[in-house]
């Protein structure tokens, strides 16, 4: 008899006791540092494990949860055997998993710098199938509302992927990068859920014709996962983000892509960095470096050293910082190059001066930032809107710190004329933490007027 659903794992539940999902999670990170073990734990896990979503852990996990109780079994712990789950003979008893998100991102785990990826994320093994049939319509991957070109596209189980459906996943992901450019990520993340959908639906769909055709849609796949993470980072949407990057990483490592692999840590390093996990940071960083290395972009080099850079900062690591800093800027003088990655264009002198005002301020040396931020500004391209607003509120939060308090806000006003146009939680964010320094100087008039209209917009 086939089972028709997930079996809540009761014991798991019962071992937590009254702990809630986060400090229980927070116990197994403790106990995985006791024995070396590094495993990004969360409530979502948590959850996931006493739901029996994830009916055997990863080795990585076992290794933990063992330690944790000691003299148990995985059985004993309420978990299935692994040749249960593993192998052929448990998907032809087993019902294909519901739609859910990948595990989140694991911190750096091995000597090598590389990250784990989690065992229980078979990238290949998606949903969009009904009964060996998956259906996708060539416009479901049109981003916009508009239909692509291509007619509507019935997939068969066996079907021969082509030339249409790989261009019309490299065309979503330019879509969603376009429309990031002008609008910033709330807005936009929902939607782009379901482009990637579809390109999923294809990796099931069936083989393509040639090796050239697998691999560009490997990696427009996975470009469009790092793209719809992206959006969940930039709206706060922090663990959904993670998990894209996780899916983008586990597919760049089975289709051995040196590129997406490299634009994978690059995004998560920048997503530790901005989550409070400096250290996690750096070592994605330096990761991404590695496999960045042959690829002959010395730009993307360049970005990767500010990643680390940024992660350095947050460890407080000045010269470690300083020497980062130093490496991108030697390598972004090199110039662009043929090898230079598409997801690359907005990587130019404002967005170099932008990422090293943010290091500095990380480190409290706000007239340094400021300096830096005023460069970002006046060298910015007008074509990316959103990166109007951000550098502006980056501005205004430095200047605020520096006690440049007239500036400051003169420069939150620039930002707040923005905002009708670009939905950011995260550029949100940056402006409320500057209004926050500013208000003790609410008496002033040029300060005052801004404060008044950052609650008025935040209200509204």
């Given amino acids: 008899m086939v089972s028709t659903g997930a079996v809540p794992n009761v014991v798991f539940r019962q071992l937590r006791g009254r702990r809630s999902a986060g400090e229980f999670a927070a116990a197994v990170r403790r106990a995985a540092r006791e024995i070396g073990e590094h495993v990004a734990c969360d409530a979502r896990y948590i959850g996931r494990v006493e739901s029996g979503e994830i009916r055997c852990p990863n080795y990585a996990y076992e290794r933990v949860f063992l330690h944790m109780f000691p003299g148990s079994s995985l059985a004993d712990l309420g ?3 692994r040749e249960a789950v593993r192998g052929r003979g448990a998907r032809d008893t087993v019902p294909a998993p519901s739609p859910s998100p990948p595990p989140p991102l694991p911190p750096p785990a091995t000597g090598r710098g590389d990250i784990d990826i989690d065992e229980e994320s078979d990238v290949l093994r998606r949903v969009f199938m009904t009964s060996g049939t998956a259906t996708v319509a060539a416009a479901s991957l049109s981003f916009d509302g508009t239909r692509a070109a291509a007619a509507p596209v019935l997939l068969p189980a066996q079907r021969r992927v082509g030339e249409a459906e790989v261009a019309a996943v490299e065309k979503a992901v330019r879509q969603i990068r376009l429309l990031d450019d002008r609008h910033g990520g709330d807005g936009l993340y929902r939607r782009a859920g ?12 069936g083989t393509t014709t040639r090796r050239a055709t697998a691999d560009r849609l490997h990696a427009g796949a996975g470009e469009l996962a790092i793209s719809v993470g992206w959006l969940a980072h930039d709206s706060g949407r922090f663990d959904d983000a993670r998990s894209h990057y996780a899916e983008a990483l586990a597919m760049a490592r089975l289709a051995g892509d040196a590129a997406l692999e490299a634009h994978a840590f690059c995004n998560a390093s920048f997503l530790a960095r901005d ?13 991404g470096q590695r496999a960045a290395r042959a690829l002959g972009s010395p730009r993307l080099l360049a970005l990767l050293a500010l990643r680390e850079a940024g992660g350095r900062a947050g460890l407080g690591d000045r010269t470690g910082c300083d020497r980062a800093i130093g490496r991108a800027r030697a390598a972004f003088e090199r ?6 990655p598409e997801w690359m264009t907005f990587f130019r002198d404002a967005e170099l001066e932008l990422l090293e005002a943010q290091c500095w301020s990380a480190l409290g040396d706000w007239s340094r930032a400021a300096r830096h931020g005023r460069r970002a500004v006046a060298l910015q391209d007008a074509h990316f809107t959103r990166n109007l607003a951000l550098y502006r509120a980056q501005l205004t939060g ?7 308090a007239d500036e400051a806000a003169s420069t939150g006003h620039q930002a707040l004329d923005l905002l009708d146009r670009v939905r950011s939680s995260r550029i949100r964010g940056m402006l409320a933490g500057a209004a926050r320094v500013l ?7 040029g300060v005052a007027t801004f404060l008044t209209r950052h609650a008025d917009r935040d209200r509204h």
């Fill in 398 to 404: 430095d200047l605020a710190r520096a006690g440049l």
């Fill in 194 to 205: 379901r482009p990637l959908r579809a390109a999923y639906a294809l990796l099931d769909s």
């Fill in 335 to 340: 110039g662009p190059a043929a090898a230079d």
């Fill in 275 to 287: 989550t409070g996990r400096p250290r996690e940071a750096v070592r994605a960083a330096e990761a």
């Fill in 439 to 445: 208000e003790p100087r609410g008496g002033a008039a």
């Fill in 79 to 81: 978990f299935s055997a």
